[in-house]
């Protein structure tokens, strides 16, 4: 267990509404991650976060935005929802983030979010 | 850009028999990860198995292993003495190794196996 929460589970809205999605971890890693879950997709990546105020954008950051003030907590914000933006979130963390030695590679995830946007 | 594809959208198989998913991926590197991921009906992301690209023997977890052509580019995953439990989406994953970036994992579509009592 990485110890990683999020929140809202679930979330239905209307376009145009600003959605934040919130993902808390408990043991201090890095670098977190979140990623978008569609059918024929796989798992894309949004934004990732390498520490406090240090973000940078994955292949389809399009309409997303991020934010870390603390290291528990990356936030993921639509700043105005649409329906393209219904899907299923994911945040995760890496444990190791150094080359192979200290590094296991994987990612570590939240149960995810749904968001439907009507 | 890498890419990863499961060209297997869907499969089955018997309780109790074998099942291999197929895996193929594109890369310049010559050093990465390969993950192969279940997700369950709960959603869960759970790590099944993972290969060091470095490492030329093939791992290997319980039921679970993997045929890792590195030439080829090919990552199979194969799970024997199939369990009900064992229905679920896989994925197929890729990350690059640098030194102090962050794991950026490349997904596979995915391939949904059902199992049949």
């Known amino acids: 267990d990485a110890g990683i929460t999020q929140s809202p589970r679930h979330k239905v809205t209307e376009t145009g509404t600003p959605v934040t999605l919130r993902c808390h971890q408990t043991?201090?890693?890095?670098?977190m991650y979140w990623y978008r879950q569609d059918p024929g997709h796989g798992l894309r990546l949004i934004h990732y976060?390498?520490?406090?105020?240090?973000?940078d954008k994955g292949e389809v950051s399009d309409g997303y935005s991020v934010s870390r003030s603390k290291t528990e907590d990356f936030l993921l914000t639509l700043e105005s929802a649409t329906s393209s933006q219904t899907s299923v979130y994911f945040c995760?963390?890496?444990?190791?983030?150094?080359?192979?030695?200290?590094?296991?590679?994987?990612?570590?995830f939240g149960e995810g979010s749904r968001l439907t946007v009507l | 850009a890498q890419t990863v594809t499961q060209s297997q959208p869907e499969m089955s198989v018997q309780e109790a028999e074998t099942v291999t998913l197929s895996c193929t991926y594109d890369t310049s590197e010559s050093d990465y990860y390969l993950f192969w991921y279940k997700q369950p009906p709960s959603r869960q992301m759970i790590l099944v198995i993972r290969q060091e690209a470095y490492k030329q023997q093939n791992a290997t977890e319980n039921r679970f292993s993997v045929n890792f052509q590195k030439a080829a580019k090919s990552f199979s995953l194969k799970i024997s003495d199939s369990q009900l439990g064992d229905a679920a989406m896989y994925f197929c994953?890729?990350?690059?190794?640098?030194?102090?970036?962050?794991?950026?994992?490349?997904f596979g579509s995915g391939t949904q196996l059902t199992v049949l009592p």
């Open positions: 995760a963390i890496s444990t190791r983030n150094s080359g192979r030695a200290l590094g296991t590679g994987e990612l570590f």
């Open positions: 976060s390498y520490g406090v105020k240090d973000t």
């Open positions: 994953a890729y990350s690059k190794i640098s030194s102090g970036s962050a794991r950026q994992l490349t």
């Open positions: 043991e201090n890693h890095r670098y």
